[in-house]
Structure formats: C-alpha cells, structure tokens
C-alpha cells in the first residue's frame, strides 16, 4: 500500500507568513500551487467546501500539477448537512431561493426546493470532472457534523450521496473516536464498494443502539 502526505491547501496563512516554505519570488496562487506539488505528491482542497468552483478552476490545478499528483477534494458544505450561507451558492442557484431563505443567514439542505439540490449536486460533479478526467482526483469526501450520529436516516443519506457521486469510483469511511463521531465517507460506484460503505455505516447504526450515549429519539 501507498501513503501519500501532504496538507490542507497550499494557500494556507499559516503556511505563507511563515515565509519558511514558499520561496519569498512564489507570489501566485497558481505558482504557490506548482511548488508545493514539487514537495508533496497530494493536497487537500478545502475551499470546495466553502463554494462551488468552476469547472476551469480545477483545469487549472490539473495543468499546473506534474503527473502522479493528486486532490483530495472535500464537498461542499450544503451536501454533509452544515449550515450554508445562500451567499456561497452559484449566483444563479441563489437567485432562484424562495425569498424566505435568500434572506437567511444559513440554509440547509433540506429546507431547499429539490429542484435546486439536483442543480447544486450538478455543478459541483461538473467542477471537479476535470480533476477525474485528468487522473488527478485522489477521493472526494464528505466530513459530516458532529450532529450527524448513526441511524437508519444517516446510512440511507449516505447511500444518496454515492448515487448522487455517480462516476466517481472511490470510497471509504472513517469514524471519529468521540462518543458522537463525526464520519467521512467518500462516493463510490463499484458495487464492491458500495457494499463496504454501507456495511460499515450499519455497523455504526448497531453499536449506537447499544450506547445509550449515541442514540437517537
């Protein structure tokens, strides 16, 4: 097995005032980008889960990173159930909002029309095939809330999010080690895959019922 390190972002604050890694003539984000993948084989991307980019945001990443560098991109925030400000939707998206939630500080997912789920879930597939097409996206994971605790309605959201990430073959879950574990788990399509995924999320949902700590009314 292959591990892979790297971190949060080459666009970190931390990282830039330092001024201990970037060489002080790296000033771009783009050339920020083409350093760091020449000291790290992988790196997260977490704006992604503060908007949507557009598809020719993550063309540029893959042009500006050498064979065999990788993303790990995370989903916007709307698709694991955390609040979401209707200004960090697509602008058109956001246009179409009953009035009600335009002028909410937060949305969630399921309070907004379907029809505009089904759009959001569409842009944000759209943004990162390029990463996918050029061999470059390493997983696309959905870190959800620590109020999102196993239960029967978790593991059938979670089933949703692989069908919705249709095309995108990879997978996993991790639990968290806290009493109300905050999980990951990344879309797959192969029906192997698929499998594990829900198999772990059941077993989540059967050791909560045990733990009067964990479970739901």
């Not at 949703?160 to 990344?186: K, L």
């Amino acid at each position: 097995m292959t591990v892979l390190c790297g971190i949060a972002g080459w666009v970190d604050k931390s990282l830039i005032d330092s001024k201990l890694f970037y060489p002080l003539a790296v000033k771009t984000s783009g050339d920020r980008l083409r350093f760091y993948a020449s000291q790290f084989p992988l790196v997260e991307v977490d704006s992604t889960y503060y908007g949507i980019p557009k598809p020719e945001t993550a063309e540029a990443w893959a042009a500006q990173t050498p064979a065999g560098f990788v993303f790990d991109v995370k989903s916007f925030a709307l698709f694991t159930n955390h609040p979401t400000r209707p200004l960090s939707l697509p602008p058109d998206i956001r246009a179409d909002l009953p009035a009600k939630l335009r002028e909410k500080k937060n949305v969630y997912l399921e309070h907004m029309p379907e029809e505009l789920v089904d759009e959001a879930w569409e842009r944000f597939r759209a943004a990162i095939e390029p990463l996918r097409v050029a061999g470059k996206l390493a997983a696309v994971f959905f870190q959800f809330p620590p109020w999102f605790l196993p239960s029967s309605r978790s593991l059938a959201y979670v089933e949703q999010v692989q069908e919705r990430m249709h095309g995108f073959r990879r997978s996993g879950w991790i639990r968290g080690t806290s009493t109300a574990p905050s999980p990951s788990c990344a879309a797959a399509t192969s029906p192997t895959s698929q499998s594990m995924c829900r198999r772990a999320t059941r077993r989540a949902c059967r050791r909560s019922t045990r733990s009067p700590r964990r479970s739901l009314p």
